[in-house]
């Protein structure tokens, strides 16, 4: 029997290594049984970590979750020596059993296939499930002609944000002649709520030093970069370890495969800044210079990385290329809409009942991820909106529940596909402060090279400061959207010219909420404190003193069996006396 | 101990180690200043002057860098690190509520160090379990799912174990 913990950063942050040591303990007193422990990267329903899976010797998985040491014990008694299930804790079985099946049956996993699956630091059990595969196909069997154009007919298109064809995009780096080509993998990730780049590299490293390999043999580089955050200390030694393996088998390095092609790879960290991941700006840091966007053209495919051609991938779209060339590219076309083809991974989070990292095919709906994957709201209120693509992105109102998900649809609502963080809303969030708080982080992050990025974004962050505190003025969202015009038509780079856009969509489909902030002085949500006031019902309190307890800042005064009060000058609006009061005699408004 | 900057020489040591694994070129800047603030806790001035002397780059150079990239500090931290996540998970779960109590308990703001050097708050952007949220993170251990009640005894519980009162 084989047990698998989930060992991704969340998993960790939940306890999993607690977890990881009580099972080593339980399994070394009981020195007889066939166990071998393992670790795992992400399984993807992050909302029930601490996960193990067990799997048995006829390859049949069954997960459990939210698992602590001592239900650790229960496990390894009832299951692992008693081989009956402990199915309270059971999340879901491989034959799409369990409590959570659901959360698993409408997905589809080609770029995580492995992820969960295997060990992250063994490259043999990496390659047992195909890694390293399509480049063997590629490099013995194909000519990098062929290669681009296996990408180019799967239809894949970039996974970073933009969208544009991965086929194409290497076309233009395969035709420039130079005698050193770079190839460079974007693991900045930088929207501030997503991690779908970092469950990739934590869980699966191969798939992207294999689709790394690939589009350097077809663009004709022998030096690759990956790029990564410098605040994903676990992904960047898994991708260590996982380069010395593939050096060592002969899968990087001189001469691969006996082939002739020779691809290096190295990793540059990061050091904190958002607008790295913009590729002009990620070349001059790997440079070693501050990392600030240029004027485009020359195009990295021109004069990329030290002055020469270079082609710059997201780390979803290079996972994707193995599969791509192992597969065919007619089975990765057959995937997805007409126009948008293959898979989309999503950090499904906010609000959300079951929150985790999801894979589906492209063309299921809103209601299908938030609703039929992610279980609704966690709260149980209504859904109110999803916001995609984080600071560059949109937020799509619970009317378009129903739009398809693919790069055309998603961006004529305003929203884009964007790189694959979703966030779920419930009414109690305010579009307005949500559109201050992603302004306040593109302002935050701005080089500071252009006017309208560095000051536009300034104006804007001020004025919808001012409506969250009840200043706003008439003539203020007129005033926003003028500057936002202005920033998306005259700023440098893609953070300028996409950071008005989550005040564009909140305008859009929230404006309602803009007008109530400024005219009537309230937060429909209840959130911007500077609106909203707690107050205490003498008819139907019973003086309980639950809330006074509870207040932090003693601003409810009271004798107990009498009805209380709330100091308004000393109460900060935390909200706590109105989930303590259990006779409904708290109200915001 | 060396006369001309009152700095014991082993001081310099680490700063030896790491430069003798670099050329010394532009391209290597990001990756010695990562490393020098590994071994020295943050950049201290007279690293940065010694880097700029032997490598021929400009202090304005490093500096430049050192103060583009939010990673880099100039100023020594707290014993323990204290990060509060302003990801968009975390925001709409409501991590304002627990920043504003964490600096409440704490008396200082985002960014600062706690007058008796215990304490270094700072804030990023998802910690990567957005299924916890609202999160915190004090140093390698995450603590999730926070009130503003919770926090500020995650706080008094660390003074408590630091044998500290506040
Ligand atoms: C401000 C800014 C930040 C970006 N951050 C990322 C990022 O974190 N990861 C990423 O893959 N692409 C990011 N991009 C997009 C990249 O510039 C680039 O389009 C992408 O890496 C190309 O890869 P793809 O074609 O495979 O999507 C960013 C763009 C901008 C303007
Ligand atoms: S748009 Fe903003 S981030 Fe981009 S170059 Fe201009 S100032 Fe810098
Ligand atoms: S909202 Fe918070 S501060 Fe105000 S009275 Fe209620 S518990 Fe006290
Ligand atoms: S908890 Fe409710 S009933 Fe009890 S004292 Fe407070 S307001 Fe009154
Ligand atoms: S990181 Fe643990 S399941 Fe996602
Ligand atoms: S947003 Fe806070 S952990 Fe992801």
């Given at each position: ?468 505190k009840g200043e706003g003025v008439e003539g203020d969202i007129e005033k926003l ?101 259990k006779f409904g005699a708290i109200s915001v408004d | 101990m060396c006369n001309c ?53 400009f202090v304005t150079q490093i500096m430049g860098v050192a103060t583009f990239y ?97």
């Open positions: 029997m084989k047990l698998l913990i989930g060992l991704g950063s969340c998993g960790i942050a939940a306890g999993g290594m607690k977890v990881r040591d009580a099972f080593t303990e339980l399994s070394a007193q009981n020195p007889g049984i066939d166990l071998v422990i393992a670790e795992t990267g992400c399984m993807g329903m992050c909302y029930k970590e601490p996960m193990v899976e067990l799997i048995d010797d006829k390859g049949f998985g069954t997960v459990y979750g939210g698992v602590t040491p001592e239900i650790a014990k229960e496990i390894f008694e009832k299951h692992i020596l008693g081989g009956v299930p402990a199915e309270e804790y059971v999340v879901a079985k491989s034959d799409g059993g369990g409590a959570e099946g659901s959360f698993i049956s409408k997905q589809q996993r080609i770029v995580l296939s492995r992820c969960g699956k295997i060990n992250p630091e063994s490259i043999d059990e990496a390659i047992a499930m195909g890694a390293y595969k399509g480049l063997e196909k590629a490099l013995k069997s194909m000519t990098p002609e062929e290669v681009i154009a296996e990408v180019l007919a799967s239809g894949v298109k970039g996974r970073g944000g933009a969208g544009f064809p991965t086929g194409l995009k290497w076309k233009f780096a395969a035709a420039e002649k130079a005698d050193q080509k770079y190839i460079i993998c974007n693991a900045d990730e930088g929207d501030p709520g997503a991690f779908m780049d970092r469950s990739v590299l934590e869980g699966d490293p191969h798939s992207v030093i294999e689709g790394l390999a690939i589009g350097g043999y077809a663009i004709g580089a022998s030096e690759g970069y990956v790029y990564a955050r410098a605040e994903y200390p676990i992904a960047i030694k898994r991708l260590q370890i996982a380069i010395k393996q593939a050096e060592e088998r002969g899968l990087l390095g001189d001469n691969i495969l006996g082939t002739g092609f020779s691809f290096h790879l190295h990793i540059k960290q990061g050091a904190g800044a958002f607008v790295c991941g913009e590729e002009t700006a990620l070349i001059a840091s790997i440079e070693g210079q501050r990392g600030m966007p240029r004027m485009r053209p020359p195009y990295p495919a021109n004069k990329g990385l030290f002055g020469k051609p270079s082609n710059i991938n997201n780390v979803e779209t290079l996972a994707n290329i193995g599969w791509i060339i192992r597969n065919g590219a007619e089975k990765f076309a057959a995937i997805g809409t007409e126009k948008s083809k293959g898979t989309k991974v999503f950090a499904l989070a906010g609000k959300i009942k079951r929150g985790g990292l999801v894979e589906i095919p492209i063309g299921l709906t809103i209601r299908d991820v938030v609703f039929g994957i992610g279980g609704g709201t966690v709260s149980g209120k209504p859904f109110k909106a999803v916001q995609l693509g984080g600071p560059s992105g949109g937020c799509i109102p619970a009317e378009l529940v129903d739009t398809v998900i693919d790069y055309d649809t998603l961006n004529a609502t305003g929203a884009i596909m964007g790189s694959g963080g979703m966030i779920v809303m419930d009414e109690d969030n305010c579009m307005v402060d949500i559109a201050r708080y992603f302004l306040n982080f593109t302002q935050s992050e701005s080089c500071g090279k252009c006017t309208f990025c560095k000051i536009g974004t300034k104006r804007m962050l001020e004025i919808l400061e001012r409506i969250t959207e003028y500057l936002a015009d202005q920033i998306r038509r005259n700023a440098l780079c893609g953070l300028g010219q996409t950071a008005p856009n989550p005040v564009l969509t909140t305008l859009r489909y929230f404006r309602h909420e803009y007008e109530a902030h400024i005219r009537d002085k309230k937060c429909p949500a209840h959130q911007c404190k500077a609106l909203i006031k707690y107050e205490i019902d003498p008819a139907k309190c019973i003086g309980c003193t639950a809330c006074a307890k509870k207040c932090p800042v003693n601003a409810i005064e009271g004798k107990a069996k009498t009805a209380h009060s709330i100091d308004q000058a000393k109460c900060i609006k935390c909200g706590t006396c109105l989930s303590s009061c | 900057c009152n700095k014991d020489s082993k001081y310099y040591e680490p700063f030896e180690t790491i430069l003798s694994g670099f050329r010394g070129v532009e391209s290597e800047l990001i990756p010695i200043l990562q490393k020098l603030q590994e071994a020295y806790g943050y950049l201290p001035e007279d690293i940065i002057k010694r880097l700029s002397e032997r490598t021929g780059i939010s990673q880099f500090k100039l100023r020594p931290a707290g014993k323990h690190s204290v990060k509060i996540c302003f990801g968009t998970a975390c925001h709409v779960n409501g991590a304002e509520t627990v920043a504003e109590a964490l600096c409440d308990e704490l008396g200082i703001k985002l960014g600062e160090t706690t007058p008796d050097g215990l304490i270094t708050l700072e804030s990023v952007a998802c910690l990567g379990c957005c299924s916890l949220a609202p999160v915190i993170m004090i140093d390698d251990e995450a603590f999730g799912r926070l009130t503003a009640s919770k926090v500020r005894q995650i706080i008094r519980d660390l003074y408590e174990k630091e044998g500290k009162s506040k």
